[in-house]
């Protein structure tokens, strides 16, 4: 399983950024996805998962009702739409899928893992 994100960057605080988690195999539309972020001295944190379906959506404390996540299976495609970004935002974000189909996302068990993409909130 290849994950790819993309859509990372810099962005001032208050703005916007849209992720998008890219997989290379055509049953990743039978396996709940996450986000995960790492910030530079700190443990990774959980940001954002989606059962396979998308008719569930669960979301770290920090980001709820700021971050939405979002797939479409027919492009093999999860996204997560990050808005009122704060500094403390800042992070590499990670997607990740879950190793055991048809799971709901949250908790799951995911043990394949993207390369990550750095967003930056600062003014």
């Known amino acids: 399983v290849q994950l790819v994100e993309s859509g990372g960057g810099s962005v001032q605080p208050g703005g916007s950024l849209r992720l998008s988690c890219a997989a290379s195999?055509?049953?990743?539309?039978?396996?709940?996805v996450a986000w995960f972020r790492q910030a530079p001295g700190k443990e990774r944190e959980f940001v954002a998962a989606i059962s396979w379906t998308g008719g569930a959506t669960h979301y770290g404390d920090s980001v709820k009702g700021r971050f939405t996540i979002s797939r479409d299976n027919t492009k093999n495609t999860v996204d997560l739409q990050m808005n009122s970004l704060k500094p403390e935002d800042t992070a590499v974000y990670y997607c990740?899928?879950?190793?055991?189909?048809?799971?709901?996302?949250?908790?799951?068990?995911?043990?394949?893992w993207g390369l990550g993409t750095q967003v930056t909130v600062s003014s």
């Open positions: 195999t055509r049953t990743f539309s039978s396996y709940a």
């Open positions: 990740a899928q879950d190793s055991r189909a048809y799971g709901l996302g949250w908790p799951g068990r995911y043990d394949y």
